[in-house]
């Protein structure tokens, strides 16, 4: 029997709400929806969840602006978080990472894939997370040309 994670989904787009609750639901978690980084911050304050999922891309506060407020909190600074963005370019991977993020999946995503990635991180303590960023970052910055 898997352990219930109390995932908060924050992204602009209701067709990814809607696939992540379905998803993250059927693999068993509670899930908790924000369509804006404002609603997020406030939910996440109010009682923190196990794990994040953030996209990048939202009006008013993007997602490295809540990054910067999860990573300020004491509440919520090492709640683990999952970035899910369309924002694939090297540069928006490296800052994702290096603003607090501990691991990027790229959208479009395979339903499967997300909740495989989430599972692998809330597995991980905050030093073993710390430690799998700077590995992801050395393999962008090896990406560079």
Known sequence: MRNVVRVLVIDDEPDVLLLCRVNLRHDGHEVLEAPDGAT????????????????????AMDGYGVLAALRDAEATRN??????????????????????GDVFLSKPFAPETLGET?????????AARAEARASALRAIEDERP
């Not at 911050?41 to 999922?53: F, G, N, Q």
């Not at 989430?118 to 905050?126: C, H, S, W």
């Open 79 to 100: 709640v683990p978080v999952l970035v899910l963005s369309a924002k694939t370019q090297i540069e928006d991977r490296r800052r994702s990472l290096e603003s607090g």
């Open 118 to 126: 989430l599972r692998e991180l809330v597995a991980l303590d905050p």
């Open 40 to 59: 997020g911050l406030a939910l996440a304050a109010e009682a923190p969840p196990d794990v994040v999922v953030l996209d990048l891309m939202m009006p």
